[in-house]
């Protein structure tokens, strides 16, 4: 390499013609330099050359040299991550690595785990900054709470549709579940403002959930079939080039239908187990404390 100044070195590689080229140190030998007094001194005199194996080509990974293993999976089989898994553990069974050696999974790997890291992140203050808002919307912790249930509902029908359709939980399956949430958690909210509503207006507990859920189906299944036939082409029939996003597809088709029906179901009837036990709990509460009062004072 040469140096000039203020500039990074620059390295320049020579080769000799095909014809000049043997497999024979000699020629190396008889190679020939300029020194600074601008004399031609040939490279033995200044130099051994000596024959070793070397590789190529030198990679570093986190300050580390690494040698990068690459491979694809076949269509149909295992998952890419299952199936890097099984290497790995094969590997690391048979293979007995001395000290400062080892195995890893990395790059598209090590990416999608962090994708996953980062999306599950998301969607954990996704369902907190939407309790919050509820919180903040009907004043109170308990109505907001008995919303939220509805959203596991919607993961039996993520896992089942993955399941159905062959498709593995990734990426784009996470961020489209924070989508789902968005989406999915009106219905509950319909439902259990229209019976708060009534039960404001003097109605019973039961009627009020009987009206309020009478009331608010036609919006509610109005609104989520229309999403579910949007999304039956891109999970059933996905086009060139759409595949990809047939899991997104896929999510908010099976989540908006198994959540929509296990909501309409489940949603009343939690309302009405938790309204009576809070009603219980003060019930309680407000016996006990008549009960101590005497002794109190």
Partial sequence: YYRTPNIRQNTVLLRYDKDQRRD?????????????????????????????KAPSLIVHDGMRRVVTILGFYRRGGPPS????????????????????????VRGDMTQMSDSFRRLSWGLLLCVMFIYLMLVAQF?????????????????????????????????????????????HITTAILMIDAIHEYKRQGLPKNDAIRRGCLERIRPILMTNI??????????????????AYAPLGTVILWGLFAGTILTLMVIPVTHSLITDLSEWIATTLSQLSRKLSPHLD
């Avoid at 024979?24 to 040939?42: A, E, H, M, R």
């Fill in 24 to 52: 024979n140190n000699q020629d190396l030998d008889s190679t020939y330099l300029i020194n600074s007094s601008g004399k031609f001194v040939p490279l033995r005199s200044v130099a051994t050359i000596h024959d070793r």
């Fill in 81 to 104: 991550m299952d199936l890097a898994m099984e290497v790995v553990q094969k590997a690391i069974a048979k293979v007995n690595f001395p000290p400062g050696y080892g195995i890893e």
């Fill in 139 to 183: 004043r109170g912790w308990l109505l907001p709470f008995q919303m939220m249930l509805s959203l596991p509902l919607e993961m039996t029908g993520v896992f089942i549709g993955l399941a159905l359709m062959q498709q593995t939980f990734s990426s784009v399956s996470v961020m489209t579940v924070i989508l789902l949430t968005g989406m």
């Fill in 226 to 243: 229309a999403s579910i036939l949007v999304m039956v082409p891109v999970s059933i029939f996905p086009q060139t080039g759409m595949d």
